[in-house]
Each structure stands twice: as C-alpha cells, then as structure tokens.
C-alpha cells in the first residue's frame, strides 16, 4: 500500500526567500509519480508539479522544483522567490502505475509567507 | 476558471436526511473522482470513474453511492447522512487512467451535518 508523509505542519517564512517542503512516501511499486498540490485559502486544489520515479533530473516548474531522492524515497518542494500569495497549504501526492488512479496525499503543510 | 464544477457550494442538513451533490467536467477528460476532505485536511478518495464504469470504490459506508449518466458527470448521493459526513466533498478529473496524468479538482462542497 502506498502511503505519504509529511512531517512538517506548518511553515511560516518571510517574503522573497526561499523555503523547501518536505515529503517522504512508501511504495511497493517500480514505477510512480510523485505530484504536489496547493490548495488555496478558498479551497481550491491547484496541480503544481510532478516528478516521474524513472527520471533522475528534477522538475522544474516556474518558481517551484523538486529534490528527487530515490534512495530516501524523498520528493522535497522548493519554493524560491516566495510571494505572499503562497501562502497556502501544500500537498505531497503519489499514483502508482497499479492503473487504479489512486492519489494518495499526504496531510499537507501549511506555508504562511509573511512580509 | 476551474473547468470541474460542483453544486451546491455547501449544504447544511439533519441527521438521517439524503443529500446529493453534483459535479460536471468541461475537460473531456474520461476518468472522474470524488474525494472527501475531512476537518483535518485530509484527503481520501473515495471512488473513481472511467468513461461511466467504476473503477475504485473505497472502503466507504454503503450509504455513499456515485452515479454517472456519462463520462462528464459524476453526482455523489448520501443517504441518511450522519454526523461524521461533514466534510468538503471535492470532485476531480484526469484525462485517462495513466498514473502520470495530472487531477483536476473541483472548489468543493462542504457538508454540515446538524
């Protein structure tokens, strides 16, 4: 069975720095995808980023990218340049290739970015 | 603009009453979910569809029951709601069933249950 752990509940950081997630997850399976969510103030669940298990490079999305650290099962966030509109909570999310489409997430970490 | 639309944006009922809530998809995607979010945060999915079939059905109460008149509908209907319902039911979208493909979420509904 899959599962996702994040560790960290929340974060708070100051505007313009830099600030990483972080995300540990377990999987029986070979091959799977590891994706990051954030949902809004509002609500709203927003797809970020993803990383696929085979490819050693990390993503790169915008301001956010990924560290990809198959040996640790480890997928961090980073946020660089961080704006007062993230602040938001943040999730880790996994699917495996079971062909089931089960997202399972973690519980999220709060990010506050503060002025 | 999310393009998976859900109605009502709350509903607040009694014990024992029957709720639905209704979700479309304006994506053409083939595959639909519907996850619960609890007042932790927490994110569960509780059943997916693919092109109308059922696909994964969660270890849910029987009273929890999807329906699906076609691949771009996907309505969750709760009879007999209880106390432990209440939580935001967000409905989802993929374009197929390939575990690389990206969810699309709905704003959710949040459920109160009196």
């Known amino acids: 069975a899959q599962k996702v752990t994040q560790t960290q509940t929340s974060i708070s950081v100051m505007e313009k720095t830099t600030v990483t997630m972080d995300c540990v997850y377990e999987t029986q399976d070979s091959s799977y995808f590891l994706f990051w969510y954030k949902q809004t103030a509002s609500g709203e669940i927003v797809f970020l980023i993803r990383q696929d298990s085979y490819k050693k490079e990390n993503a790169t999305v915008g301001h956010y990218s990924l560290n990809f650290q198959k040996p640790k099962s480890s997928i961090g966030l980073i946020i660089t340049a961080t704006q007062i509109e993230d602040s938001a909570v943040y999730f880790c999310?996994?699917?495996?290739?079971?062909?089931?489409?089960?997202?399972?997430f973690g519980k999220g970490t709060v990010l506050l970015v503060s002025p | 603009e999310t393009a998976v639309f859900q109605t009502p944006n709350y509903h607040v009922t009694q014990v024992g009453n029957e709720v639905s809530f209704n979700c479309k998809q304006t994506?053409?995607?083939?595959?639909m979910y519907w996850y619960k979010q609890d007042s932790k945060k927490l994110l569960k999915i509780m059943f997916s569809y693919n092109n109308k079939q059922l696909i994964v059905n969660e270890t849910v109460p029987r009273r929890f029951s999807p329906q699906s008149s076609d691949k771009a509908h996907l309505n969750l209907r709760i009879k007999s709601v209880e106390p432990e319902d209440s939580a935001v039911y967000l409905c989802?979208?993929?374009?197929?069933?390939?575990?690389?493909?990206?969810?699309?979420f709905g704003k959710g509904t949040r459920l109160t249950v009196v």
């Open positions: 994506l053409g995607h083939d595959t």
């Open positions: 999310a996994m699917r495996d290739d079971s062909g089931y489409n089960k997202l399972t």
């Open positions: 989802a979208s993929s374009p197929g069933q390939g575990a690389n493909t990206e969810v699309f």
